[in-house]
């Protein structure tokens, strides 16, 4: 069964400080894996997508990793800021591109 | 700025009271999709469309239909809203070539009295 699944379920940090997220995916076959930021109240926002042949990529704080190999993906986050508390949901779709199989989403507190 | 928009962000609908939520895009992509949200849930896809191709999910109520007149607009019509039906609906493009992500709109939050 296709499934995405992801840790911790939820994080508290202190602000300026770094964290890592994790996404291990049983999905089959696969092509590429999104993470996703959901502030409370709003639609997601798309972060990165990383195809089956990048190790690595990152959006300005953002640094995701994929091992193909294990399943496996991170989503590194940098010097952490208030605005970055929200859920991050890591998303991988199905063969026909259109059906996305979610995580659950691990949500991100940042204090101050 | 190209984007998704959703109105309105907020409904309040009366128990079996057709609703209508509107969704329009300036991205000019081929496929517009509808997502149901509950809370603390991930978004459940309800029906897409591959231009005017119209593609049902199997579990969809058929309590659920939509409209799509042109390619920027898309409409959800939920025929006799139950209590179960209040949620987020989002609304989300993407272009049909794979590996393009989608693009949500900030959703309509739906409620029933």
């Known amino acids: 069964k296709n499934q995405v699944e992801q840790s911790p379920q939820s994080l508290i940090i202190l602000e300026g400080k770094n964290c890592t997220l994790q996404?291990?995916?049983?999905?089959?076959?696969?092509?590429?894996l999104r993470w996703y930021k959901q502030d409370t109240g709003r639609g997601p926002v798309s972060l990165t997508i990383m195809t089956f042949s990048e190790n690595t990529k990152s959006n300005g704080r953002y640094t995701a990793t994929l091992d193909a190999d294990t399943k496996q993906s991170s989503l590194h986050i940098t010097a952490s800021q208030l605005s970055d508390s929200a859920s991050y949901i890591c998303?991988?779709?199905?063969?026909?591109?259109?059906?996305?199989?979610w995580g659950a989403g691990t949500k991100l507190i940042i204090k101050p | 700025d190209a984007m998704v928009i959703q109105n309105p962000r907020y409904q309040v609908t009366q128990f079996g009271k057709p609703v209508t939520l509107s969704c329009s895009q300036t991205?000019?992509?081929?496929?517009m999709y509808w997502y149901q949200q509950k809370s603390s849930q991930a978004p459940k896809l309800l029906f897409h469309?591959?231009?005017?191709?119209?593609?049902n999910e199997a579990d969809t109520p058929d309590n659920f239909q939509s409209r799509r007149p042109n390619t920027s607009f898309c409409f959800l019509d939920i025929r006799s809203p139950g209590l179960g039906d209040a949620a987020m609906y989002l609304c989300?493009?993407?272009?049909?070539?794979?590996?393009?992500?989608?693009?949500f709109g900030d959703g309509t939050r739906l409620s029933i009295l």
């Open positions: 991205l000019n992509h081929n496929v």
């Open positions: 469309y591959y231009d005017k191709d119209f593609n």
């Open positions: 998303v991988v779709p199905e063969e026909s591109n259109y059906q996305l199989i």
């Open positions: 996404c291990n995916y049983t999905v089959s076959p696969f092509s590429n």
């Open positions: 989300a493009t993407s272009s049909y070539r794979s590996g393009q992500p989608q693009h």
